[in-house]
């Protein structure tokens, strides 16, 4: 491979100063039009191209934000992304993307890698296992060394920093109330994602809406982080044809539940009414299309991107730390009874 050109040969090879190259080359007024004019020509000839990560270290700042995401294969957190890198763009920042993989060592390997200059703080969301752990260790240091870290989704109390999130809790409360009052009298909990928060706090919200329609002994709650056994326990539940209402707190469970539902022969919404969080694609493609808690991604991304930048850009170690709620939306579709 050709070796790049850099200011110490251009230099040489027109017989000037480094500086002299490097001003000409940043329109310094120390230097005339026709110098400039020859070594810009001259370094484009030559295939010249900036070093912007060398130039923002000497300047502390690299203008770049480190994005650890714990699943890229979830359509929430694809969408999440999109917010956060437009955002970034639009404020002159660019994007280094790690994937946890839900895996507690791989989140600290992703950080150790990035927090050494490259990037000027991260966005992440907590990978299970991390949760699981209750391994927060190294978030800590990290704000601790002086490089900020604005959480989003699966946010913890133990790792003091600005945060964005849904109103999981009250969005739940919603959509457990919009099943009871379209006339459902059994209603299953389901999901794969009791050992994180934002499972906790979806299955709270629920349940406070069947304690307050007194149905909470008719609860049945349905929780497995193992996808195939959850899978099975699922096939079993809806197999025996006791329930008439399902509220899923994440898509796996969402979808899993239309199709094991129209396999057993359920007419959807006259015999079972379904309701999943999270509004991914095939919310809308599946026949009949899926009700949704809506928690607005790329809102949530531009948000964190937006708090990230503010906290990078601000000087005041006192400046305080906030957490952001998004209000999630219940997009009523062909999988639940309208109200009459």
Not at 106 to 114: A, G, P, R
Not at 130 to 142: E, M, P
Not at 243 to 272: N, S
Request: aromatic content about 6%; hydrophobic content about 40%; some cysteine.
């Amino acid at each position: 491979m050709k070796p790049k050109a850099t200011l110490k040969q251009i230099a040489k090879e027109l017989g000037v100063s480094v500086s002299t190259v490097s001003k000409a080359l940043n329109d310094s007024p120390e230097i005339s039009e026709a110098t400039k004019e020859k070594i810009k020509e001259y370094a484009a000839f030559k295939n010249y191209k900036p070093n912007s990560i060398a130039k923002n270290l000497k300047n502390q700042r690299t203008n770049t934000l480190g994005v650890i995401l714990p699943n890229i294969l979830n359509p929430f957190f694809a969408k999440v992304f999109s917010g956060i890198e437009k955002k970034a763009i639009e404020l002159g920042y660019n994007v280094i993307t790690g994937i946890s993989n839900e895996s507690c060592q791989k989140e600290k390997q992703v950080i150790e890698m990035l927090n050494n200059g490259t990037i000027d703080g991260f966005i992440l969301s907590v990978a299970e296992e991390t949760q699981a752990l209750k391994d927060y260790d190294h978030l800590n240091n990290v704000i601790k060394w002086g490089t900020p870290i604005v959480m989003f989704d699966r946010v913890v109390d133990e790792v003091v920093c600005d945060k964005v999130v849904v109103d999981d809790f009250d969005s739940a409360f919603d959509a457990a109330q919009h099943l009871i009052k379209t006339g459902c009298k059994k209603i299953a909990v389901i999901t794969t994602i009791s050992n994180l928060s934002v499972g906790q706090l979806r299955l709270d919200g629920f349940q406070k809406a069947m304690v307050e329609a007194q149905m909470e002994d008719q609860m049945v709650v349905l929780s497995e982080s193992d996808i195939d056994t959850f899978n099975e326990k699922l096939k079993e539940l809806i197999d025996a044809k006791t329930i008439d209402g399902i509220f899923a707190l994440d898509e796996h469970a969402a979808t899993m539940a239309m199709k094991l539902a129209i396999k057993a022969g359920y007419k959807i919404p006259e015999e079972l009414s379904i309701i999943g969080f999270a509004d991914g694609v095939w919310s809308k493609r599946l026949t009949p299309s899926m009700s949704t808690v809506s928690q607005h991604a790329p809102e949530i991304g531009e948000k964190t991107a937006e708090l990230l930048i503010e906290r990078i850009n601000n000087d005041d170690e006192y400046y305080r730390y906030n957490t952001y709620t998004i209000k999630t939306e219940l997009r009523q579709r062909e999988s639940t009874r309208k109200l009459g």
